[in-house]
């Protein structure tokens, strides 16, 4: 599995970003799929989750109503649309291949993962 992250970049607070992830080899097609984050000095932490199916998706409270997930599933890529974008939303964002077909929060549920793409939100 090879998943690439992209998209990732500088943008005003209140801007918006879209960030994908495609997976090269097409393993993740029957799986559900996350996204993390890691703020310089902190530790990696939930975002978002998409089914395998984009039938259902999970979101972290800080980022309900503002980030929206979804996957192409043709395509092989998994997106991320942020809105309302915040200095706190500054962090390398990964995408992470679930073991299984749902959604999940916990990155041990996570079996492979993408390099990161950095987001930065100036104020």
């Known amino acids: 599995v090879q998943l690439q992250a992209s998209g990732g970049g500088l943008v005003q607070a209140g801007g918006s970003l879209r960030i994908s992830c495609a997976d090269s080899?097409?393993?993740?097609?029957?799986?559900?799929v996350g996204w993390f984050r890691q703020a310089a000095g902190k530790e990696r932490e939930f975002v978002a989750a998409i089914s395998w199916n984009g039938g259902n998706t999970l979101y972290a409270d800080s980022v309900k109503g503002r980030f929206t997930m979804s996957r192409d599933r043709a395509k092989n890529l998994v997106y991320l649309q942020m809105n309302s974008l915040k200095p706190e939303d500054t962090a390398v964002y990964y995408c992470?291949?679930?073991?299984?077909?749902?959604?999940?929060?916990?990155?041990?549920?996570?079996?492979?993962w993408g390099q990161g793409t950095l987001v930065t939100v100036s104020s």
């Open positions: 080899r097409r393993t993740f097609s029957n799986n559900g």
């Open positions: 992470a291949r679930n073991r299984g077909s749902g959604t999940a929060t916990m990155r041990a549920s996570y079996n492979a």
